[in-house]
């Protein structure tokens, strides 16, 4: 089925730094999607690309669909303290269908 | 406006108990979705309802898991008999009407320990 591989599995970073990570998958995705998990809490939508090649930006945040449709970045600039938390990527194939999530990237984020 | 609310928060069962839990949508979303989250992985989708009728639930354990949504709002999804394995957060989400461009609210989750 499809998998999404998500890296890296785990950052700790001095704030202020930049932060990147990134997703692939050997499926294409229609929809590329970025969510951020805090602890005892839901994960909550920061991002969606949906054209390939699309560079969105939501604040410090900045993500890109792949060209080939294959894989997908995210970045946060200037980290801060309340950037902790899990990361997650989400792929979609076609509307309608089931989101496929990467295995996360969890930030922490050192005052 | 109010989120995805669900209960309890937390249960922890003995092996081969039963157990369920309840999600509130929403108002007005007609797509609900049931995931499972295990400790250190992203969500699976067990199964998703429009409206009462389900779309998909093609990775539900249907030996164990049933999931109803009676009057297309609130959803309780059950496991009977629990398995060690079964230990992990389910989440509910909804969206207005399932479109794949749409976003999925999500609730807090379910935190579930099986012994």
């Known amino acids: 089925g499809q998998q999404l591989n998500q890296s890296p599995q785990s950052m700790f970073i001095q704030e202020g730094e930049d932060v990147s990570m990134n997703c692939t998958s050997s499926?294409?995705?229609?929809?590329w999607l970025w969510y951020k998990q805090d602890p005892g809490e839901g994960p909550v939508l920061l991002i969606a690309l949906y054209k390939a090649g699309e560079l969105t930006s939501n604040g410090r945040l900045t993500a890109q669909f792949g060209i080939t449709r294959k894989d997908s970045f995210l970045n946060i600039s200037a980290s801060i303290p309340s950037d902790v938390g899990i990361y997650f990527c989400?792929?979609?194939?076609?509307?309608?269908?089931?989101?496929?999530f990467g295995q996360g990237t969890e930030l922490s984020v050192k005052p | 406006e109010a989120g995805v609310a669900q209960s309890p928060r937390y249960k922890i069962i003995e092996k081969r108990q039963s157990v369920a839990f309840w999600c509130n949508p929403i108002?007005?979303?007609?797509?609900l979705y049931w995931y499972q989250q295990i400790l250190g992985q992203g969500p699976k989708l067990l199964i998703q309802?429009?409206?009462?009728?389900?779309v998909d639930d093609s990775q539900l354990p249907k030996d164990r898991f049933s999931a109803e949504r009676l009057k297309g709002v609130d959803s309780t999804l059950k496991i009977q008999p629990a398995k060690l394995e079964d230990s992990a957060v389910y989440l509910c989400?909804?969206?207005?009407w399932g479109g794949g461009e749409e976003t999925q609210y999500f609730g807090p989750g379910t935190r579930l320990l099986v012994l």
């Open positions: 989400a909804s969206s207005l």
């Open positions: 108002s007005g979303h007609a797509t």
């Open positions: 989400a792929g979609l194939y076609n509307q309608g269908g089931k989101l496929i």
């Open positions: 499926s294409i995705f229609n929809t």
């Open positions: 309802f429009q409206n009462n009728g389900v």
